[in-house]
């Protein structure tokens, strides 16, 4: 029987604020490119999902398991870019997210 995925509006907006924040203090943007980096697993292009987003989306998964991909994705979409103007971009379907993780693969986690 499959599960009823979570929504974000069950999530407390101030625990998903604080997660982000401490997973954005412990792994700086730095040193997740340098280990990407060091692994070759680095985007080779300019990608809605590019390497670094998708290695905050796969440790935002295993924090908020019971909520489905694409909402833990606009969860971070919506902090990452709510100090931005103009228009965030739209979450990629499913099939382009899962592809993201496959080219990430596990290398990168292992190393740090």
């Given at each position: 029987m499959p599960r009823t995925p979570m929504t974000g509006a069950k999530i407390s907006s101030l625990t998903n604020e604080l997660v982000l924040t401490v997973m954005k203090m412990v792994y700086s943007l730095?040193?997740?490119n340098e280990v990407l980096t060091k692994t070759k697993t680095q985007s080779k292009r300019i990608r809605t999902l590019p390497a670094p987003m998708v290695f905050y989306l796969v440790l935002l998964m295993c924090l908020n398991p019971d909520v489905s991909i694409k909402e833990n994705l606009r969860l971070l979409f919506d902090?990452?870019?709510k100090e931005e103007e103009g228009e965030k971009p739209r979450v990629p379907a499913k099939s382009a997210i899962s592809k993201a993780r496959k080219n990430l693969g596990v290398l990168p986690f292992?190393?740090?």
């Open positions: 730095k040193s997740i902090f990452l870019y292992r190393f740090l």
